[in-house]
């Protein structure tokens, strides 16, 4: 198991950072396609628990939503929002009319998945459209991975008191707490080091790692454990198997879901 992770992260990485350096549509499509594919595994997800979502509306929706905020920031949001709850309610008042008996529900999951991966999978989008967002995206998603490492290995070996026991057994007060203190201090190093690289103009300092750090280590836990709601509820244990040795893409971005919404607007209004 541990192999695969390892060779995946080899062979994924390279892709990732490309993306994020290149910026513009590059990076932007790799984050559609990411959000594209997180979205059928909703799906599937709760199709599995007997619900049923509208798969193509909720799979287009989310890649229109993303689409948008490449194309042209907020400006389209607004139409954009308001088709998609029109569709989706269209779409579920005549599921119910053909013999559904949940269309109810099923209208709630459907939009409720073009919101929290389209709408919020999409400020990953707007943060590499910041100043620096270059710099910004390479700071805001390791800050996440040394807050997650850092949870894992310290709860591993001294945790004790469960934060979570139906949502998470295996989370811990000592290792969220000490995950929160290797993201702290880890993302002010890693601003330390990309400060250099960045140059003297650069709004990167160890002041703003540590500050992005501790408030994405302290709330992106939430995105976790958000993920393992729903495949606690439907009985499932990965997303899908898309990864070998990481299970599905859902699993993998759940955390950088909050940590691109917070980080956009922690830097856009404490920063600039």
């Not at 599995?48 to 799979?59: D, K, N």
């Not at 990864?243 to 859902?250: A, L, N, S």
Request: aromatic letters at 14%; zero cysteines; glycine letters at 14%.
């Amino acid at each position: 198991m541990l192999a695969k992770r390892v060779l995946v992260a080899v062979v994924l990485l390279p892709i990732g950072i490309f993306a994020i350096v290149y910026g513009g549509a590059v990076f932007a499509g790799l984050v559609v396609l990411i959000l594209g594919l997180a979205a059928w595994e909703y799906v599937n997800l709760f199709r599995a628990g007997g619900l049923q979502p509208a798969s193509v509306i909720l799979i287009l929706g989310t890649i229109a939503f993303a689409l948008g905020r490449a194309l042209d920031g907020f400006e389209s949001a607004p139409w954009l929002v308001s088709v998609a709850i029109l569709v989706v309610m269209a779409y579920h008042l005549v599921a119910f009319e053909r013999g559904s008996e949940q269309s109810g529900t099923d209208f709630g999951v459907t939009l409720g998945g073009i919101f929290y991966l389209g709408w919020i999978g999409a400020y990953l989008i707007s943060l590499r459209d910041l100043p620096d967002g270059m710099w910004w995206v390479l700071l805001v998603l390791p800050a996440v991975w040394l807050a997650d490492s850092g949870a894992y290995f310290i709860g591993k070996g001294i945790g004790r008191h469960h934060i979570t026991p139906r949502l998470s057994p295996k989370k811990t007060w000592e290792g969220y707490l000490g995950g929160i203190l290797v993201g702290t201090l880890g993302t002010a190093l890693l601003a330390y080091g990309l400060a250099f690289i960045a140059g003297p103009e650069s709004m990167l300092t160890p002041f703003r790692g540590a500050l992005l750090g501790f408030i994405l280590s302290a709330l992106t836990i939430l995105g976790d454990l958000g993920e393992s709601m729903f495949k606690r509820q439907v009985g499932i244990k990965d997303s899908s198997n898309l990864i070998p040795g990481h299970g599905g893409v859902f699993d993998r971005i759940d955390s950088w879901l909050w940590a691109g919404v917070i980080g956009y607007y922690i830097i856009l209004w404490g920063f600039y």
